[in-house]
C-alpha cells in the first residue's frame, strides 16, 4: 500500500460545477498537508497548505479528517483554466522528507 | 513567480556520459531539493540540502551527487548516465517550510 493514494482520475467536469477528491495517508503521525497543482509538462505549484483541520482561500477548501486519515480538495465554480493534476502532499516523520502523491488529474469541459 | 531555474531544459545523451544538471535560485533560500518524476507518477526525492556545504540522500537511488557551494546554486550530477536515467528533474527550494517549495521548470533528460 502506498503512503498517500490518489484517485488517479481523470475527473471530467463541466464548468461552473463543483468537484472534491481524496487523498488517504497511512501514517497517522503526520502533521502538515499540502496541496500542489501541476499543469501538463509542468512544474509543480504549490496551491495551500493545511497544519489544522482545514483551509480555505476563494474557491478552494482543503479539510482534514485525521480520524479517518485523508485530506480532501472542493472546488467551486469550476474554471477551464483549472483543468490540471492536483497533488496531495504529506509531510512524513522525518522534517525534511515529503510523500508525494502520484495526482488527481482533472478536466473541466466547456 | 518564482525565481528558480534550470539548465538544461532538455538534453538528450548517450549511454555512459557523465553530465552535469543546473538549479539556481534568487530568493535566498536554505533548503534545496532535487526530484525525479515520471510521467503520470508521483516525485520521488534524490538529493537534499539545508544550507551551504549540507547535503543528503533522498529514498531514491539514482546513481548521482550534489553540491551546495553557495545558496543559490545546487548541481546534480550523474556521473555515468543509463538509460533508466531516462525522466523529468525538477529542483524545489523553500524558505521556512519544507512542505512550501518552489519549483524550477525542470530539465528532461533523455539518455539513449
Known amino acids: 500500500r502506498k503512503e498517500v493514494e490518489q484517485d488517479p482520475g481523470p475527473f471530467n467536469v463541466p464548468e461552473g460545477a463543483t468537484v472534491a477528491f481524496n487523498c488517504t495517508y497511512s501514517?497517522?503521525?503526520?502533521?502538515?498537508f499540502f496541496w500542489y497543482r501541476q499543469d501538463c509538462r509542468k512544474e509543480p505549484k504549490l496551491l495551500m497548505s493545511?497544519?489544522?483541520?482545514?483551509n480555505e482561500d476563494g474557491r478552494f477548501t482543503a479539510q482534514l479528517n485525521r480520524a479517518s486519515q485523508y485530506i480532501s480538495l472542493l472546488i467551486r465554480d469550476s474554471k477551464l483554466s483549472d483543468s490540471a493534476t492536483y497533488l496531495c502532499v504529506v509531510a512524513g516523520d522525518s522534517n525534511y522528507q515529503l510523500i508525494w502523491g502520484a495526482g488527481t488529474k482533472l478536466i473541466i469541459k466547456p | 513567480e518564482a525565481d528558480i531555474y534550470q539548465t538544461p531544459r532538455y538534453l538528450v545523451i548517450g549511454t555512459g556520459k557523465k553530465i552535469t544538471l543546473e538549479c539556481s535560485q534568487t530568493m535566498g533560500h536554505d533548503k534545496m531539493y532535487w526530484y525525479q518524476q515520471d510521467p503520470g507518477m508521483e516525485l520521488h526525492l534524490i538529493h537534499y540540502?539545508?544550507?551551504?556545504?549540507?547535503?543528503e540522500k533522498g529514498d531514491l537511488s539514482s546513481e548521482s551527487t550534489v553540491s551546495r557551494i553557495r545558496t543559490e546554486h545546487f548541481p546534480l550530477t550523474l556521473e555515468s548516465a543509463r538509460p533508466s536515467h531516462t525522466s523529468q528533474y525538477l529542483c524545489a527550494s523553500s524558505e521556512y517550510r519544507v512542505g512550501e517549495q518552489y519549483f524550477g521548470p525542470g530539465t528532461r533528460l533523455t539518455v539513449t
Open positions: 540540502s539545508y544550507g551551504v556545504n549540507s547535503t
Open positions: 501514517n497517522s503521525a503526520s502533521q502538515s
Open positions: 493545511v497544519y489544522s483541520s482545514g
